[in-house]
């Protein structure tokens, strides 16, 4: 069965950067597109942009560009997503999410909590 | 920017339909897919396609779409049916992912 697993809970200062993981397993990791998606405290989901294990190419949402990276490991079938210029505003639970039939997300991992306080 | 409007919130008795709104400029054109998230758990589809379900998901939940609107209907409402619903699609413009800002379902 398709599993993502994410890294554990993260604490930033103002300025730096977070990089976090997502595990497959379950699937050929480099058959689906990764997704990131973010959910500040008490928000909406908001989307982040994706990557195609394959390739390697990446599509981000305009509100992140220069500031965040999605990046592959074929050997270990996983994903990261590196966010950088850290801002007390991206606090947030992060989420990878596979793609599944029409292009939506079936799979999600177990969310990623992203504290950033100085 | 493509922009989804719901409601922040609908109220049902159990046994009652739900019906969550979708709007966006000719959201029509669009396939549309929703998302169910409980509080502490990451989203589940419901509805993709419009109105298609994926397996395991209970009959009781359709979707359709039309002209600026797309509306996710749940049917025989079940306390469990209690959570937060988006909207979600593609904005091919951009080739950007664009989500509604949710909706809070609750089971009176």
């Known amino acids: 069965q398709v599993q993502l697993v994410q890294s554990g809970a993260e604490v930033k200062k103002p300025g730096a950067s977070v990089k976090v993981s997502c595990k497959a397993s379950?699937?050929?990791?480099?058959?689906?597109?990764m997704h990131w998606v973010r959910q500040a405290p008490g928000q909406g989901l908001e989307w982040m942009g994706w990557?195609?294990?394959?390739?390697?190419?990446?599509n981000y949402a305009q509100k992140f560009q220069g500031r965040v990276t999605m990046t592959r490991d074929t050997s270990i079938s996983t994903a990261y997503m590196e966010l950088s210029r850290l801002r007390s505003d991206d606090t947030a639970v992060y989420y990878c999410?596979?793609?599944?039939?029409?292009?939506?997300?079936?799979?999600w991992g177990q969310g990623t909590l992203v504290t950033v306080s100085s | 920017s493509y922009v989804l409007t719901q409601p922040p919130s609908v109220s049902v008795a159990p046994g009652q339909t739900a019906r969550i709104t979708c709007g966006g400029n000719?959201?029509?054109?669009?396939?549309v897919h929703w998302y169910q998230q409980k509080p502490g758990q990451a989203p589940v589809l419901v509805v993709y396609?419009?109105?298609d379900r994926p397996s395991g998901i209970p009959e009781r939940f359709s979707g359709s779409n039309s002209g600026n609107t797309a509306t996710l209907t749940i049917s025989r409402v079940e306390a469990g049916d209690e959570a937060d619903y988006y909207c979600?699609?593609?904005?091919?413009?951009?080739?950007?992912?664009?989500f509604g800002g949710g909706t809070k379902l609750t089971v009176l």
């Open positions: 999410a596979r793609v599944a039939a029409a292009g939506t997300l079936g799979y």
């Open positions: 379950g699937y050929t990791f480099t058959g689906y597109y």
């Open positions: 990557i195609n294990p394959n390739s390697g190419g990446t």
């Open positions: 000719n959201i029509g054109s669009k396939s």
């Open positions: 396609d419009d109105s």
């Open positions: 979600q699609v593609w904005d091919s413009s951009s080739d950007q992912g664009v």
